[in-house]
């Protein structure tokens, strides 16, 4: 792979005359263009009532996907900047350039609001509900008889039990937004196959593989010629684009970091206890005689600069302290991650994250571990995903069976049938009928199922809760 391909500033629809009379007087690369269509879209926007970990939480201090999503634009371009710059410091790639510096960060920067936009409402346990529920019933909705399982194509049928909120967030970006046209945001393909970051179908991925790359659905059979265009266009050819590794180590960063200082402040985890489980990663005395960095010593060093400065919680400062601190530590390890296998990711054969062989692995690990122990898995925590499941399975209930009969000439839909497709966007049924033109029944009757789903990722938090009061007439 080589960075002038990578970087490609091509679209799905090119600029058109009168766009090109303009040109001269618009200073702004195509990546920069890229941000300022995603941050004036209505998607970006809902991403502000999105669970990140606290559903419907009343707190105007926890994180919502929006906050997430702009903390990690911010420490993707960050290691773009640190990345870029070694590169060119290092000589690295003889053919790598300022300018490439620069447009490497600004596609960071778009990948890190864009990389969630496709997750349903009630985070990642919003898609588990999702899979869950095309598990159970694909085998018993039946279309024309037969079970729509055994109806769709295999990869169809795939794509729903396997669905993920990456492959969504390709599809909506690039279809769903059907204001203009059907290209949807129209974005350069350098930003789309950085968001790619499981280049491959339903039926080849592997979640228990060795290789990264594998182990999640990265776009629909829907999606596929786009994805093969990007491919083409960009060189991956198979391969993880360089960038989406940088892209996920932001992502890991932002919320390894962010699960903690959410449940200090919520209660889940106390100093104390971040202090022991930190500690317990260290031998003693080894940041004296190795020269490392100790995160217990640097956790504790805060707690006395708080007792200090007679601050009124000096365990909330040295927990706030820390955090930003850690990310420092880890953006750094990030850096000598990406720049020590640079080689292996530029040749498309590195299998791991680049935290994988850095002194940050170990931490990073603790850190996710921990907010599953004592957050994940709490009673709380459990109390509000079933009530989010009761929700999401209400909602897909009554949606796909108005949706497996609409606009099939073999099917009448009923009064309540007609009046839920109804709700559904006009945006996204101009987009079904679009892509369902010249398209056989199978696979009008895949993209409809697929209108679901898109109907369903869009809503927030907020909005599918109060849908399914309506609809059961709690309000």
């Known amino acids: 792979m080589n960075w002038e391909q990578l970087l490609s500033q091509k679209r799905s629809r090119e600029s058109t005359g009168k766009a090109q009379i303009y040109k001269n007087t618009d200073l702004r690369s195509e990546f920069e263009k890229d941000y300022h269509r995603i941050i004036g879209s209505a998607s970006f926007r809902r991403l502000q009532d999105k669970t990140q970990v606290f ?266 302290n820390w955090i930003v601190r850690i990310q420092g530590f880890l953006i750094g390890c990030a850096t000598a991650g990406f720049t020590g296998h640079y080689e292996e990711i530029m040749e498309g054969v590195y299998p791991d994250d680049i935290f994988f062989d850095t002194p940050a692995r170990e931490l990073m690990d603790l850190l996710g571990d921990l907010a599953y122990r004592e957050v994940f898995t709490s009673e709380a925590i459990y109390r509000m995903e079933v009530k989010e499941a009761v929700i999401l399975n209400d909602l897909l209930d009554q949606f796909m069976g108005a949706a497996v009969k609409y606009d099939d000439p073999g099917q009448a839909l009923s009064s309540i049938d007609r009046r839920m497709v109804y709700f559904i966007s006009n945006n996204y049924k101009n987009a079904y009928h679009y892509h369902a033109r010249g398209r056989d029944e199978v696979w009008k009757l895949y993209l409809r199922i697929l209108l679901v789903t898109d109907y369903i990722c869009g809503m927030t938090d907020s909005y599918a809760k109060r849908l399914y009061q309506e609809l059961k007439a709690m309000i």
């Open 55 to 320: 559903p419907l939480d009343k707190s105007d201090f926890i994180r919502t996907r929006l906050t997430h999503s702009l903390e990690v634009s911010s420490f993707a371009k960050s290691l773009g900047q640190n990345i870029g710059e070694n590169i060119l410091e290092y000589q690295r790639d003889p053919a790598f350039t300022p300018r490439m510096k620069e447009d490497i960060c600004h596609i960071l920067q778009c990948a890190g609001l864009l990389h969630d936009i496709g997750n349903p409402p009630f985070g990642h346990f919003g898609e588990i509900a999702i899979r869950e529920w095309f598990q159970k019933n694909l085998p018993v909705m039946t279309f024309h008889g037969s079970p729509i399982s055994q109806v769709l194509l295999p990869q169809m049928r795939e794509d729903f039990y396997h669905f993920e909120g990456n492959a969504q967030a390709l599809r909506l970006v690039s279809k769903l937004h059907f204001l203009v046209d059907e290209h949807g945001m129209n974005l350069t393909y350098g930003l789309l196959g950085t968001l790619i970051k499981y280049p491959v179908s339903s039926l080849e991925l592997d979640p228990g593989s060795r290789d990264i790359r594998n182990r999640k659905l990265g776009y629909y059979l829907a999606d596929q010629e786009l994805f093969r265009d990007i491919e083409r266009e960009t060189g991956a050819c198979g391969a993880r684009h360089p960038l989406a590794f940088i892209l996920e180590a932001a992502d890991d960063i932002a919320y390894k970091t962010a699960d903690i200082e959410d449940a200090f402040v919520k209660g889940f985890i106390s100093y104390s206890r971040l202090l022991q489980e930190v500690k317990a990663l260290e031998t003693p005395g080894e940041e004296d005689e190795k020269g490392r960095f100790s995160p217990a010593a640097k956790l504790e060093e805060y707690y006395r600069k708080g007792l200090d400065k007679k601050v009124s919680d000096p365990e909330e400062y040295a927990v706030k």
